[in-house]
């Protein structure tokens, strides 16, 4: 990755050579300290206060100009003015020259929060004089960090990349790390490794992306017990040049701890995500969604028409008349709003004043307009393609042949690892200000599409392989780039990633900078060796309304245990009858927040149903969205029970699912408010203690939802 070096302030404070006894204070806190200590055993540690409890991080070690060097300090100063971020956390840093080579600066950069244990650290190189990151090895030679974990009796690697076929999506994976694994020196892909003994949990995180098992990033464990987070490709490339125009920018990492277990140390990360991981706050709000995308596929598959074949004005104002009526706040119109890729322009055969009229209705319902994309194609007669030539995807010298985007014009791929990343960033930009457009649905970014020489990943002197990993280990920090500069300009974009095929950048680096699009239709017919017509059938099998749909998608709120489910959007399907509605419902208010569907053909009924239940739903869903799950039995079980109870006030909900006909029970596991509603076939007890007894009565299939706290 190229980077313009930033010029940075230190205080007067200055150590010549820090010695083993002297400590440089960074950050004291309510909950924390950090403190440059720069021996051979540590650079930095991390105290938790009310614990005493301290974490010595030992310093990086980098291949420069061919030879190891470990980033031993001199000359260490820290900033004096800490910076204030828009979402209330400070940014601290300290910064020394490397002993073997005094003329490279290494910078520590820290992001803390007022409140949570948890911390944002990354590490820059910079130079005046030129100096080359090598790999005499062959590979990225990159030690990033080394932390103890000696004393925890229950270690685990936590995955957030992890494909299931079966349900066709990402699934949360927590896998047990055992006394052998540190004895055999086990690699491991994380992205999160927490370790506990009850009384004190700690965590450490990097922030990338890519499907499991594919590594860029990798936890060692050493027989001692520490961890160590190496780099294994695409880190960087042979020679990356330091010089003054160009340092080497590490990603970013997490740390924290708790003085208790590890169900604390995931509150305190769930809040951690919720509200200091990113700056573009507006993507962390529990919006509720409709998009289009659903009825286009009916039209091509039920229907036999194209799929823009209702892409109209007329078509889109019914739409919104009746998701309006429902309580959608988000209306997203999917592919085929435009008329060519890249541009980015809309289509005015299908919308003739250009989505003016669709965005004044939106907001004179109180709506907000989102829009589909896909970042990385440009058309063939676009003036995208025709200004950012030299930008187009190649792959061993080949661009390929341009391809058709949705029954829209054909276009070529482009590389987001380039300086078009800032042109298709002036595209939202222009987009969000001309029409009010505030979200953005990204599709289609595979993470190895480009081994160019001429753009930001490599050039002439790497191999075409060196080149295509670097492309797949900057691919995700370009699109948080492209996120970071619209929401700068934009402070109400949200952007969501679609990650609803495998293959795709997928981890806690694009969570810092939005939110992903977890399903679309779920698994195909091939996930389950079901034989289909692959050149003319519908791939989808969980298309219909029913309780299955809701069971695929139900299972990965897993999630919600470590990053809040409402930063993985998932729709549900609102047809009649009653039951499939209350499923949906039910459902999406624990935290997927998306309806997609045929909304002028639902009944009266059903509307005002989910008018009725989406408004109850919006007077507690910031409880909700700030509580982590409890579920009681299996996905697809009876009754299959979701508690979601703010235990600060008792406000949330309880849903029951069930499968079949029949009475059943359950008590809280918190305290309730007692103001609530629910739907028909449900008895409300309250005790003493404040705790709920919920009995229901089953006569299908079908969801009972309980919301405590409404008016």
């Given at each position: 990755m190229k980077s313009k070096i930033i010029t940075f302030l230190f205080a007067a404070t200055t150590i010549a050579a820090c010695t083993k006894t002297e400590r440089i204070q960074i950050v004291e806190n309510s909950v924390l300290k950090i403190a440059v200590v720069n021996t051979d055993q540590a650079l930095w540690q991390y105290t938790l206060l009310n614990s005493g409890k301290t974490f010595s991080f030992r310093a990086s070690e980098f291949e420069i100009d061919g030879k190891l060097c470990h980033a031993s300090l001199i000359s260490i100063k820290t900033n004096d003015k800490p910076i204030k971020l828009k979402n209330g956390v400070t940014e601290y840093a300290f910064a020394g020259n490397l002993k073997n080579i005094p003329e490279i600066t290494f910078k520590a950069t820290f992001q803390v929060s007022p409140d949570n244990p948890i911390v944002k650290f990354r590490y820059e190189l910079l130079s005046e004089k030129e100096h080359r990151l090598t790999k005499s090895a062959g590979h990225d030679k990159l030690n990033y960090l080394n932390v103890s974990f000696d004393g925890f009796q229950e270690v685990k690697e936590i995955k957030f990349s992890e494909f299931n076929e079966m349900v066709h999506s990402f699934c949360l994976s927590e896998r047990s790390i055992e006394a052998k694994h540190f004895a055999d020196s086990v690699r491991v892909m994380g992205p999160m490794m927490i370790g506990t003994d009850g009384n004190n949990s700690m965590l450490v995180a990097y922030e990338h992306g890519s499907q499991a098992p594919d590594k860029f990033v990798e936890f060692c464990l050493k027989p001692d017990k520490s961890i160590t987070v190496d780099a294994v490709k695409g880190n960087y490339y042979q020679d990356y040049l330091l010089s003054k125009d160009h340092s080497f920018q590490t990603i970013w990492f997490e740390t924290g701890a708790v003085a208790g277990d590890e169900n604390l140390l995931a509150a305190n990360y769930r809040a951690f995500m919720l509200k200091y991981m990113s700056q573009n706050l507006e993507s962390r709000k529990p919006y509720i969604f409709y998009n289009t995308w659903n009825f286009q596929e009916r039209n091509k598959h039920w229907y036999k028409k194209p799929y823009l074949a209702d892409m109209t004005l007329e078509r889109m104002l019914k739409e919104i008349e009746a998701a309006h009526q429902m309580g959608i706040e988000i209306f997203v119109i999917d592919a085929g709003w435009f008329e060519k890729t890249g541009d980015w322009q809309p289509s005015l055969k299908r919308f003739p004043d250009g989505l003016k009229t669709i965005s004044k209705t939106l907001k004179a319902n109180g709506m907000k307009l989102g829009l589909w994309f896909n970042p990385t194609v440009a058309a063939v007669s676009s003036n995208m393609l025709k200004n950012n030539r030299e930008c187009v995807r190649t792959m061993n010298g080949s661009e390929g042949k341009p391809f058709p985007i949705w029954e829209t014009e054909e276009s070529y791929g482009m590389c987001l690892v380039s300086p078009y990343r800032d042109a298709f960033a002036n595209e939202?930009?222009?987009?969000?200000k001309e029409l009010g457009v505030t979200y953005f649905k990204w599709d289609a970014i595979g993470q190895y599409e480009c081994n160019d020489p001429r753009h930001f990943h490599g050039n002439d002197q790497n191999t075409p392989q060196e080149r295509l990993e670097s492309y797949a280990f900057e691919i995700g920090r370009s699109m948080c780039y492209v996120v970071d500069r619209l929401a700068k300009e934009c402070p109400d974009a949200i952007v969501d990633f679609d990650i609803t095929e495998g293959g795709r950048t997928v981890g806690l680096n694009f969570l810092s900078s939005g939110k992903y699009f977890l399903i679309n239709n779920g698994p195909y017919f091939f996930n389950y060796d079901i034989p289909f017509d692959r050149k003319n059938g519908q791939w989808n099998i969980f298309f219909y309304p029913g309780p299955a749909r809701t069971w695929i998608c139900r299972t990965p709120l897993t999630f919600d245990k470590w990053i809040p489910s409402s930063l993985f959007l998932t729709h549900y399907?609102?047809?009649?009858?009653?039951?499939?509605?209350?499923?949906?419902?039910a459902s999406l208010i624990l935290g997927q927040n998306g309806i997609w569907g045929d909304l002028p053909k639902i009944s009266k009924e059903g509307i005002a149903f989910f008018g009725k239940t989406l408004g109850m739903y919006k007077q507690v869903r910031d409880d909700m969205t700030s509580t982590?799950?409890?579920?009681?039995?299996?996905v697809g079980g009876s009754p299959e029970v979701?508690?979601?109870?703010?235990?600060?006030?008792?406000?949330g909900a309880i849903v029951v699912f069930s499968s079949h006909a029949g009475s059943y029970s359950y008590i809280s596991k918190n305290k309730v408010d007692p103001k609530f509603w629910a739907t028909s076939g449900v008895k409300i007890q309250i005790d003493k203690a404040g705790l709920t007894r919920i009995d229901v009565e089953f006569k299908t299939a079908e969801a009972k939802i309980i919301f405590f706290g409404v008016e």
């Open positions: 939202l930009i222009r987009l969000n399907l609102p047809d009649d009858p009653y039951e499939n509605q209350s499923m949906a419902v982590a799950m409890i579920r009681d039995g299996a979701y508690e979601k109870i703010n235990p600060e006030n008792g406000r």
